[in-house]
């Protein structure tokens, strides 16, 4: 018999193991092309954000005449730091994508949606969605009536607030045209003594 046949069955498997086992090596491969980190903005850097709501949004679609949902998740009023305006801003769960995105205006009224306490409708102007400016007409559903009338107050102090800023920057258009009424009257009146003088000469 074979020195193999002799040997149990058990020590034939492990002779066998250890003639397959190859000495693993450590390689290391340097990437071919290195991606760098990349910084995604919001647009939201440099605005405060002074209310938050989770809602349901719906846009009223004018060819077929009714209510489209538009998505869910949260209502933001945010708050730019540096002009002081405020915009509505809404993103879908999950996505995150926009479904709602325009400044506040002193032509946005909140009308109660017809049998429902919980929810509103508005229209606006120039809504900001998928990098398009549309006129749209809206509606915005709470969990409750509180969540309804929380969200309310926040809008119109928002609208109240945009027109103060709206007002004092129309007063201020007019001041400077002033200014520059009088800079080109004082500029009219050196060119005429400059006139004068040369006539003089001649």
């Not at 400016?133 to 107050?153: C, M, T, W, Y």
Request: aromatic share 6%.
């Amino acid at each position: 018999m074979s020195e193999l046949e002799n040997k149990p069955v058990a020590a034939v498997e492990d002779a066998q193991e250890e003639e397959e086992t190859v000495e693993s090596v450590d390689v290391h491969f340097e990437p071919v092309v290195k991606l760098e980190d990349v910084v995604v903005k919001t647009h939201e850097e440099d605005e405060t954000e002074i209310f938050k709501m989770r809602a349901k949004l719906f846009r009223f679609d004018q060819e077929a005449k009714e209510w489209k949902e538009r998505g869910t998740g949260d209502v933001k009023l945010l708050k730019h730091k540096e002009n002081g305006k405020v915009r509505l801003l809404m993103r879908r769960d999950k996505t995150l994508k926009v479904c709602a995105n325009h400044y506040i205006t002193e032509e946005m009224v909140l009308s109660p949606n017809v049998g429902s306490d919980r929810s509103w409708v508005w229209n606006v102007a120039a809504d900001l969605v998928d990098d398009e400016v549309e006129r749209q007409l809206l509606a915005i559903r709470f969990a409750n009536s509180d969540n309804a009338g929380k969200f309310k107050e926040a809008f119109e102090d928002a609208r109240d607030n945009n027109k103060k800023l709206a007002g004092s920057a129309a007063e201020s258009k007019p001041e400077a045209s002033d200014e520059d009424d009088n800079e080109s009257g004082s500029d009219a009146e050196e060119e005429d003594e400059k006139t004068e003088e040369a006539e003089k000469k001649d």
